[in-house]
């Protein structure tokens, strides 16, 4: 994930980051002898670069998470956070809106979404009315309206226009053997949203309210920032 602010900082999620535009990489250290897995989501502060999210899955066995991982001096140490999480929370993906007057995140677990409004110092679960499903794969906020949220299930696509008090099932065009995993919006046109499975990606250019193939074997997008 390259930094919006400073192209030249790039993190995986192995970790690594790289300071020279991906020369040269370093191992970030993670202060946590708890856990043996790498995180499964890396975000910034969208308003402080310094800011870095990691989320990580479930450790073996699923009985303990390791939840949220906060660094405020990018990357150099990692505080938990985790307060409202579940003790196995397992999250797949992680989102930030921020603007001068609100701060979100959403993530997507096992156990439904949660939402920080207090830059992940503690975590609410958001009570959403969608029968049987309760695993959240991939969450993604609208880049300039935070009411607009789409998060992927097993199968499924929902889209809310009210925080996530809602949803409405947006499958149209899409294969019903089809798992999304990733969302990624056209940041220059924000109608034009991709998803992604394991090796296909498919395209709406109305918001989500049809689908269509575009691209086989594709294993990420992403678009140049200007």
């Known amino acids: 994930i390259i930094n919006p602010l400073n192209p030249n900082t790039i993190y995986t ?28 989501c890396l975000e910034y502060d969208p308003l402080d670069t310094n800011i870095v999210y ?7 066995g699923g009985k303990r998470g390791i939840g949220v991982l906060k660094s405020i001096d990018a990357g150099k140490t990692w505080q938990r956070k985790s307060n409202g999480l579940p003790e196995d929370v397992n999250i797949s993906s992680m989102d930030i809106y921020a603007d001068s007057s609100q701060h979100i ?5 096992h156990h439904g979404l949660y939402f920080s409004h207090d ?18 794969i991939s969450t993604i906020i609208h880049p300039t ?10 199968r499924k696509i929902y889209r809310s226009f009210d925080g996530g008090n809602t949803w409405e099932l947006k499958v149209t065009g ?35 309210d049809h689908w269509e193939f ?5 294993y990420c997008l992403c678009y140049h920032p200007k």
């Open 214 to 218: 575009f691209y086989p074997h594709a």
């Open 105 to 109: 995140i959403v993530t997507g677990t």
């Open 145 to 154: 309206d935070p009411n607009i949220i789409f998060a992927s299930t097993s």
């Open 174 to 208: 899409i294969n019903d053997l089809f798992v999304p995993d990733y969302f990624y919006i056209n940041p220059h046109n924000t109608n034009q949203i991709y998803v992604r499975n394991d090796n296909n990606l498919y395209k709406s250019n109305d918001n989500g």
């Open 119 to 136: 830059r992940g110092e503690s975590w609410n679960l958001k009570k959403t009315i969608l029968p049987n499903e309760h695993t959240f």
């Open 13 to 40: 999620l192995r970790p690594h980051i790289s300071n020279d535009g991906g020369n040269t990489w370093n191992n970030l250290t993670i202060n946590f002898n708890d856990t043996n897995k790498f995180p499964k």
């Open 54 to 60: 990691l989320g990580y899955p479930v450790e073996r």
